[in-house]
């Protein structure tokens, strides 16, 4: 028969049969219960998601998103507490240990941070903030930086490493790559300012120099436009900041102003009741806020009425069907009192009167 308590009793690089049987059982317990409950939990949350409590919903969300890596570090370290390792052993495991939490500390943080940001995008969206959520990308990146940074440098601490040295050392390196990627740390920070500041969002339209477009997208290092033609216009955030820019995004209303001519032959009555005849036609329009009327100056070739009113919207399109309708009206009402449109150019006389005066030249 075997003797199970001398078989117990047998020593295997310095531990016992039972000592490795009770690390194995505490390795195989742990890395089979905690694997069980992260994916219970985010089952859980899939079925029954909790956005109405958002520290439970993230805790959730971090217990879900641990590493696989970071639980079988946890099952190996949870069975060595059974074993008598050497200190040299001892060391490594715990220096492995250290590594792998502050890994998964890092992954936490950075999903929690994501976590956040997509709760606030979705609140941002919802309340039609597209200002906020055009900048989650950067604010995202700049987030997840600091983030890895900072954990770094704490693990490396914790590893007996002086940060202090390499922290100036990476000071001085850090000049050298900054004048290196000046450029591109110039489009960082630009989008940056375009973030904090929001001289325009996701939405926005914007004219800089000769390009129109619509903003799509605020990256880290540039911004992308859809022009009116179809095609993509991408501008570095660092060169559109430094552009005049203007922002049609930003217009609640359009003010429109436009100009009629009349022949001088038009009488003193009929030039007297035109600025209100207009202004009436403007008036009868749907979102309009008539502004002024009147008779302006003396052209070369005509007498000038000047009309301006707002479309209290910033439709360009609907401002043209404004204007169009108010041109009309105007071509009708015109057409009813004999008021005569005047030509910008020099006017001709009448056909029968060019008639009389080329016969008459002719006979000379």
């Excluded at 049969?17 to 059982?25: I, K, Q, S, T």
């Excluded at 008036?283 to 070739?301: A, I, N």
């Amino acid at each position: 028969m075997i003797d199970f308590e001398r078989l117990l009793e047998t020593e295997f690089l310095g531990n016992d049969v039972l000592d490795w049987a009770l690390a194995l059982g505490a390795f195989l317990v742990t890395f089979t219960v905690l694997p069980l409950v992260r994916g219970y939990i985010g089952a859980l949350r899939k079925r029954k998601p909790v956005h109405q409590h958002a520290a439970l919903d993230l805790a959730a969300v971090l217990l879900s998103r641990t590493s696989r890596l970071f639980l079988v570090a946890v099952a190996l370290w949870a069975g060595a507490q059974f074993l008598d390792m050497p200190a040299r052993a001892e060391r490594i495991v715990d220096r492995v240990m250290l590594v792998v939490w502050w890994l998964q500390v890092g992954l936490w943080l950075m999903w929690g941070a994501t976590y956040l940001i997509d709760r606030r995008r979705g609140v941002d969206f919802e309340r039609a903030d597209h200002g906020a959520a055009g900048s989650i990308d950067i604010i995202h990146f700049v987030v997840r930086l600091a983030i890895w940074a900072v954990v770094l440098l704490v693990a490396l601490d914790n590893l007996g490493i002086e940060v202090t040295t390499l922290v100036a050392g990476l000071g001085i390196g850090g000049i050298a790559v900054a004048l290196a990627v000046q450029n591109v740390l110039g489009d960082l920070f630009a989008s940056l300012s375009i973030t904090l500041d929001k001289p325009f969002v996701v939405g926005d339209v914007l004219a800089i120099d000769k390009d129109v477009g619509t903003v799509e997208q605020i990256g880290v290092k540039s911004t992308r436009l859809r022009s009116v033609d179809g095609e993509q216009i991408i501008i570095s955030n660092a060169d559109l900041l430094k552009a005049r820019l203007h922002n049609f995004g930003r217009l609640y209303q359009r003010r429109m102003v436009f100009s009629v001519s009349v022949r001088y032959e038009t009488p003193l009555e009929v030039v007297r009741a035109i600025p209100g005849l207009l202004a009436d036609i403007v008036r009868e329009q749907q979102r309009v806020r008539f502004d002024r009327s009147h008779f302006v100056r003396y052209g070369d070739f005509a007498l000038v009425f000047e009309v301006a009113y707002f479309v209290l919207d910033s439709n360009g399109n609907l401002a043209l069907d404004i204007q169009q309708a108010i041109n009309l009206r105007i071509f009708g009402e015109f057409g009813k009192r004999g008021i005569v449109f005047s030509y910008r150019e020099r006017q001709l006389p009448p056909p029968a009167e060019r008639a009389d005066d080329d016969a008459a030249g002719g006979e000379a």
